[in-house]
């Protein structure tokens, strides 16, 4: 299935592209499309589940894969996984695939006072992001009962990784409180709100150390004890939610080992040790669950050859892969060339390839300077490691079509259609 269960191999593709294609999953009109590994990601769920306490919610985050079959089948795999929403939107789609209220995790930087009404009323777990939201908060709160919880996400200001965009826990962020700066007012909030019960967290995604990220839960953790002695005292309950949010880095390059899930939960246990047993847990992990597990195919549509560099002209670029053409230097894939039959190529072509997508601006280039092997036009190219973070944050620029997206199970031996291809028909009513 995987190198070590945590990468999809060449050699793993090899036999599916073969069987898609001969079988017809794959259509002349389907000039790219995504493919998931049912079993892989199931494996990846049970992961997650067997490193964390029974009691905890694992809120998917919605944001890097919004399929609703995907969400469906992830949610019937475990009964502790709920989703984590980034906007009212994906709150509603978390509600209409089934997923109990309790079981939703709403985080926004910007919500209004209708959806804030409409998250309370649905009875959503709810991450303040600021003060000012606070405020808002006591005030829809104050003369009604709710089945929502409350926490605030406080910035533990420890750093950034690797990757400065996706990095959010710095000295400042566009996220949630300052701890250093607004301590005595997140201490007041805790002292004046019995409801307030939950704190939240979040380092960055991908790019941050297993040390960055246990760091800032310990501020936290050392945060909360604090306030709890104090809320006793006060007759309060004590805050008993923690959301450590997500991060966990995943590996895009075979040569490349990323920490696993039991190293991470354990450097957790060391740092703040009763947090897994004293704590109800959200964990809100989107890139870890489903990167590894999708990888996306594009015919070689033309293949152009100048003075020491050949250009393959494929059918996905800065629509599909935005964070990549934008800023290749951090984020980076690793690619497999295929025979029109999907039997693997090998070798290496002694002139490397710029991979050029088919919008129109010079930026839409996947990746510069790539080893292959010898590619020619009707070659199908695959781009690994793909499965968070790229249908989810597709581009409606030269209104191109979505691709088919594809889903099976144990190397192929089944196949399902999770999102078809869009019409022509569908394209235009969008923009009506």
């Given at each position: ?29 389907d000039t790219a499309a995504i493919f998931y590994d049912l079993t892989f990601l199931k494996y990846r769920i ?176 050392d945060f909360v004890i604090e306030v709890n002695k104090k809320r006793e005292m006060k007759g309060f309950p ?195």
């Amino acid at each position: 299935m995987s190198d070590l269960h945590t990468r999809i191999s060449p050699h793993c593709i090899e036999k599916v592209l073969k069987t898609a294609l001969s079988q017809g999953w794959l259509r002349e009109e389907d000039t790219a499309a995504i493919f998931y590994d049912l079993t892989f990601l199931k494996y990846r769920i049970s992961q997650l589940v067997s490193a964390f306490p029974d009691t905890t919610l694992h809120g998917l985050a919605i944001k890097a894969n919004p399929l609703l079959r995907i969400m469906k089948k992830v949610h019937s795999m475990a009964p502790n996984i709920g989703v984590e929403t980034a906007s009212i939107g994906e709150v509603n789609l978390a509600l209409k695939t089934g997923h109990p209220a309790h079981h939703i995790v709403y985080d926004s930087p910007v919500k209004t006072h209708f959806e804030l009404k409409y998250a309370i009323a649905a009875g959503v777990h709810i991450n303040i992001d600021n003060l000012t939201e606070l405020a808002r908060i006591a005030h829809l709160v104050a003369d009604q009962t709710t089945q929502s919880t409350f926490g605030i996400r406080i910035n533990p200001q420890v750093g950034v990784g690797m990757i400065l965009e996706s990095s959010v826990a710095g000295e400042y962020s566009k996220f949630g409180v300052p701890m250093k700066s607004r301590r005595s007012e997140l201490e007041s909030a805790f002292y004046t709100y019995p409801w307030l019960t939950g704190v939240h967290l979040h380092v960055g995604s991908q790019g941050c150390s297993l040390q960055l990220l246990t760091d800032g839960i310990g501020v936290l953790y050392d945060f909360v004890i604090e306030v709890n002695k104090k809320r006793e005292m006060k007759g309060f309950p004590p805050v008993s939610v923690f959301d450590i949010g997500g991060g966990l880095p995943v590996s895009y390059r075979h040569d490349q080992q990323a920490p696993s899930m039991e190293e991470y939960v354990s450097a957790i246990r060391n740092r703040a040790p009763n947090l897994l047993t004293k704590f109800r847990l959200i964990t809100e992990f989107g890139r870890w669950v489903y990167t590894n597990a999708g990888w996306t195919v594009s015919r070689v549509e033309y293949v152009k050859h100048d003075p020491g560099i050949n250009t393959a002209m494929i059918h996905v670029g800065a629509d599909l892969f935005v964070r990549e053409c934008l800023n290749p230097r951090d984020w980076r894939h690793e690619y497999s060339a295929f025979n029109p039959d999907g039997k693997l190529k090998t070798g290496i072509d002694a002139i490397p390839y710029n991979l050029a997508g088919p919008l129109c601006f010079s930026g839409d280039i996947l990746a510069k300077k790539v080893n292959l092997p010898l590619v020619k036009e009707g070659d199908y190219l695959v781009i690994h490691d793909s499965g968070s973070y790229t249908f989810s944050m597709w581009s409606r620029y030269n209104s191109r079509q979505t691709p088919r997206i594809i889903g099976y199970l144990n190397d192929g031996k089944q196949f399902e259609i999770l999102k078809e291809r869009e019409t022509l028909e569908e394209l235009y009513n969008f923009w009506r």
